[in-house]
């Protein structure tokens, strides 16, 4: 058995930032966010095709959730959307920028063929 050290574990912080850096971090989220919600806002509308966004997402999109922007689609709600995602054996909690290419084709290919 290994022996037990009594090194006390020291907690884990945020590295310091500037006033300046915080309020350009603070920008850029904002930035994201309300881009994020114009794409809802055209995805809802039927303005942008989510096959395409699926294919070639932009960089703001990257980190968004698939079910998020899945349940932006028109008449796709929780239990569509999670039925979809278990078919192509997709994390609900999956970013657009982590799906693997065999996720992001079958995702694909499956909006496709149910639009």
């Known amino acids: 058995m290994p022996p037990v050290t009594d090194s006390p574990t020291k907690p884990i912080t945020a590295p310091e930032r500037s006033l300046t850096?915080?309020?350009?971090?603070?920008?850029?989220?904002?930035?994201?966010?309300?881009?994020?919600?114009?794409?809802?806002?055209?995805?809802?509308?039927?303005?942008?095709?989510?096959?395409?966004?699926?294919?070639?997402?932009?960089?703001?999109v990257e980190t968004a959730k698939v079910f998020d922007l899945l349940l932006a689609v028109p008449k796709y709600g929780r239990v569509k959307v999670n039925k979809i995602l278990s078919i192509c054996r997709i994390s609900p909690s999956k970013t657009i920028g982590g799906l693997s290419e065999r996720q992001r084709d079958e995702l694909v290919k499956l909006m496709q063929s149910r639009h």
């Open 21 to 60: 850096q915080r309020m350009e971090a603070l920008q850029r989220a904002n930035d994201i966010r309300s881009r994020r919600a114009q794409l809802k806002r055209d995805l809802k509308a039927g303005r942008q095709p989510i096959a395409e966004l699926l294919r070639n997402p932009p960089e703001y």
